[in-house]
């Protein structure tokens, strides 16, 4: 079964970028759709992104032109690259497959 781990996460001033890293274990990442999700405090989790195992992608709208998802399947790592960074950004962002699993999530907190 597989495992995944975010990091990247931490405090940023509005306009910054940080990397956001999901690293598996126990199986193959390439055979999976992979998605970053986010939750703000009091907000239902949201879709940010989305990866197929081809390298198809699809974004919210919110975040479109800023944020940038890709795969390293020989890493068994996803990535989500954040630029210009809004406080309305603020969530703790999950890593998940299409098998359900889900990531123990990370904090990304934008300061205006």
């Known amino acids: 079964q597989v495992q995944l781990v975010e990091s990247g996460g931490g405090l940023v001033q509005a306009g910054g970028s940080l990397r956001l890293s999901c690293a598996a274990s126990?199986?193959?990442?390439?055979?999976?759709?992979m998605a970053w999700y986010r939750q703000a405090p009091g907000k239902q989790r949201e879709l940010v992104a989305r990866?197929?195992?081809?390298?198809?992608?699809h974004y919210a709208e919110s975040v479109k032109g800023r944020f940038t998802i890709s795969r390293d399947n020989a890493k068994n790592t996803v990535y989500l690259q954040m630029n210009s960074l809004k406080p309305e950004d603020t969530a703790v962002y999950y890593c998940?497959?299409?098998?359900?699993?889900w990531g123990q999530g990370t904090q990304v907190t934008v300061s205006s």
């Open positions: 998940n497959n299409n098998a359900g699993t």
């Open positions: 126990g199986r193959s990442l390439s055979i999976y759709v």
């Open positions: 990866i197929t195992s081809g390298g198809n992608t």
